[in-house]
């Protein structure tokens, strides 16, 4: 058995390989390829996939597979590779190649279809190519053995083991209490932020950014930081992690808060077990606790005060002239402010569940075929009416923000509120093993912190499902409570309710 | 035929794609690859490289090959696409995978020794290894049919079709009148250079070499500069060149003269015919023909005085201090000095080729058996002395200067001097066909001269072998007495001979 285990890990490890090396040419591409470049960088990345692809799904791991299983005791990591790799096997085999071909051609031009409604703001343009994307879900959802919600298969891909049923129940109990929090801060004198929004040179920004995050315990000799259009994590093995960051100078909080948020990602990705190196064990047990660890660093700490106990005065020393007058409490209230908001991927940590529940609730229904493509501007707008009291202009800013139906994303908008939700439930778990945590983040100390994360999330990869994990770590499984103590505990402090 | 010749077009676009992300691979861990990432990213290269190689080698292409030879009319693409692709063919089918993997090691090992004896300055260190390497090229050549010389065998790996007997005569004619013209120099007064060596700051000279090189044509939506410790010229497409370039801020020479160096490289790289794009027909001809591209943007142009007296006064106006009242003529020739010195890489136009020469008398020597290893530090040294007058004062910046050997990179140092000759044959032609080129130089302008270029060297791509092609351009071939011509006028001029 262990040299079918071995044969396993040399073709795991190549297709590995292949995905870092597709990595790098995404990261290069996002960075700092000529604009020129782009048509080859298409061909080079098809090929690759396409081949990682092929090595994969070959029968021979098939057959390994279907031979390994069982051979190695309940619990161990070589069970869980197995596991693992036979569920991502399951998933890349049903889909047959000329449905993958298919797709890809129709979210291209639903891609198309997407940025020209968007330009337009006519959403009657995008509905003709969504009705092609979600025929396509459909069929995607029936190659799967049939589960008790279709939705289930989509979010599946997103978040292991996870059922729709699951996450209505937990966004059930959020919803209520969350709309009436945001009443009661809209009811509240709205804190000042103009000092936010002066102007701040994008090289100081990056300097203060780097001096957070080596706090927080970034080893510069396996991570770096870029500039890219749009931010994000990819790392092409434990030792080589990177993030990109935005830059606006004339609004502070994307490059700060992105860079706390990207690191997050970052020391997840370089924080698995070394051994889980090269096999499918690598990265993160789902997009909703991926996104747990990088908004516990954005918004639990790096929204904190005790954070800012410690980090303010070196930012006002940065920029004297925009923040020198400018008290602690002040700042730290204008970091925190709550206003309910058009754009998901601008709102605060109050409103930013509603933009996910109204999304999700629409997937679902989409799904379902229990609303008409025609009507889902109405029920956007209505749905943002309901929990946010606000009412888009037109569909731009309304049901045409997101790129992720064009290229087929649907099932994963709750992993954003997963992440949340997880992040407030280990934060309270963490208070509990460290109780000088506030002291030590007072003090801009960060390695107990980041050590047990490491230990008890980031090291175990994909080993476990979320559920699982969570459980194993915090006795319970996915649950909305602790972040609602959590908004409610802060936003208390900051609008005085 | 057309079916077969597309299946053959099929296969090569995988395998120019994976050597391409091979390609992003390797300019990501020159210039931005944090340094822990070193251990993946070479297993990564590791995975790509094998996959290219067995797509290669495979039977098929074999086959397809061996079909396709004589399909299509003498002179035409597709014949070229064939010939050459059967050329590399055979190149790596012949020599067993067992071998490139003894390679690797021996090779890895002695980087090691050659590391440690430059440091130690102590060639007994470097020999064993020497001797492995030296048997493993032996075994090498051995793969191959019996050359006229056995030499032969490893310069056809980097100038295809080019045989040692005609390097030797080329560098025969070369020797005698270059360590004259060397002398006739040493009997003059030295020209000062000392303004080149006071403080430069990174910045500015980045910012002027990105001037010239905009003048001379790059088209920055297809290209790149970035920092490396050791400057290199990399494409992943015609529309994706990159150079590197080292900076030293106490010396204005390496960016100044390197930026323009890799830029000639990047010219010929991006100006491929597209259609050869992702065939055996991309890339240049050989090292030599790619060696007279950058030399000639370096050399004959960039240390030209036409083009100095278009760019001298914004160079004066970037560095007022350093070379305010410094003339152009003496700055002319000071960029133009020659002084006999030991580091080959840090030699000038005059003397560079005598290093050339010596270590290829060397090479041949080492691979006839003429010379035993134990010997090879006194034969440098009396060869420095006869060449250029000078005796290293220890094996480290004498015989153990290079990393070639280390690598097993026997065989290709003649090629940096054939890239001189070239550039002077090329040049001759170019001023036969734009007579006023120089006036254009003058007044900066450079599009005649890319045009030419590209209209007869680069837009070949690899159709053509070096000899082929330099009697095409030139009407002869290979033939140094221009670039003795180019040198003697240049150095008389600058040293009043």
Chains 1, 2 share one sequence.
Not at 25 to 44: H, I, K, N, S, V
Not at 59 to 68: A, F, M, N, T
Not at 131 to 141: D, E, F, G, S, W
Request: hydrophobic share 40%; glycine share 6%.
């Amino acid at each position: 058995m262990q040299q079918k285990l071995n044969e396993l890990k040399a073709i795991l490890a190549e297709v590995s390989d292949l995905n870092a090396a597709a990595g790098v040419l995404g990261w290069d591409q996002q960075t700092y390829m000529p604009r020129a470049g782009a048509e080859a960088r298409g061909q080079q990345m098809g090929t690759i996939g396409k081949i990682a692809h092929e090595t994969f799904v070959s029968d021979r791991v098939g057959k390994l597979l279907d031979q390994l299983k069982g051979a190695f005791p309940e619990g161990s990591d070589e069970a869980a590779l197995v596991r693992v790799t036979k569920r991502d096997y399951e998933r890349r085999t049903r889909v047959p190649a000329s449905f993958v071909v298919e797709q890809a051609e129709v979210t291209a031009a639903a891609h198309e279809g997407w940025v020209e409604a968007r330009q337009k703001s006519d959403f009657s343009i995008f509905e003709p190519h969504l009705a092609k994307v979600l025929n396509l879900t459909r069929r995607y959802i029936d190659f799967f053995p049939k589960a008790d919600h279709p939705y289930d298969t989509l979010l599946d891909d997103f978040e292991p083991g996870m059922k729709t049923a699951e996450v209505q129940a937990i966004f059930s109990e959020l919803r209520k209490k969350q709309v009436k929090l945001i009443k009661a801060i809209a009811a509240k004198r709205q804190v000042d932020d103009s000092f936010l929004h002066l102007k701040y040179s994008e090289a100081k920004q990056r300097a203060f950014g780097e001096k957070v995050i080596t706090a927080f315990g970034v080893d510069w000799n396996k991570f770096r930081q870029d500039k890219s259009p749009h931010p994000f994590c990819t790392s092409f093995s434990v030792n080589d992690v990177r993030i990109t960051t935005r830059f606006n100078e004339t609004f502070l909080n994307p490059a700060l808060f992105g860079t706390m948020h990207e690191t997050g990602h970052a020391f997840y990705d370089g924080g698995v077990n070394p051994a889980y190196e090269r096999t499918s064990l690598g990265g993160g047990a789902s997009l909703g606790i991926h996104e747990s660890q990088s908004r516990m660093w954005e918004n639990i700490v790096g929204r904190s005060l005790p954070f800012w106990e410690h980090f303010y005065p070196t930012l006002q020393k940065t920029f004297p002239a925009q923040l020198g007058n400018v008290s602690l409490k002040k700042f730290y209230k204008a970091v925190n402010k709550v206003e309910p908001s058009l754009i998901r991927v601008e709102a605060d940590e109050a409103t930013y569940n509603m933009h996910i529940m109204l999304r999700l609730e629409i997937e679902i229904a989409m799904v379902e075929g229990a609303v008409a493509l025609k009507d889902l501007p109405a029920l956007w707008n209505a749905k943002m009416k309901e929990y946010l009291g606000i009412l888009p202009p037109n569909d731009a800013q309304g049901v045409l923000q997101d790129i992720h139906w064009s290229f087929a994303g649907i099932g994963y908008f709750s992993t954003y509120s997963l992440g949340n939700i997880i992040s407030a439930q280990l934060w309270e778990r963490i208070n509990k093993d460290i109780p000088d945590l506030a002291a030590q983040i007072r003090k801009g100390k960060f390695d107990s912190l980041l050590g047990w994360l490491r230990a008890h999330i980031h090291v175990h990869g994909r080993k476990y499902d979320p559920q699982e994990l969570v459980q194993q770590v915090t006795g319970s499984r996915i649950d909305p409570k602790p972040y609602l103590r959590y908004l409610e505990t802060k936003f208390s402090d900051v609008y005085g309710l």
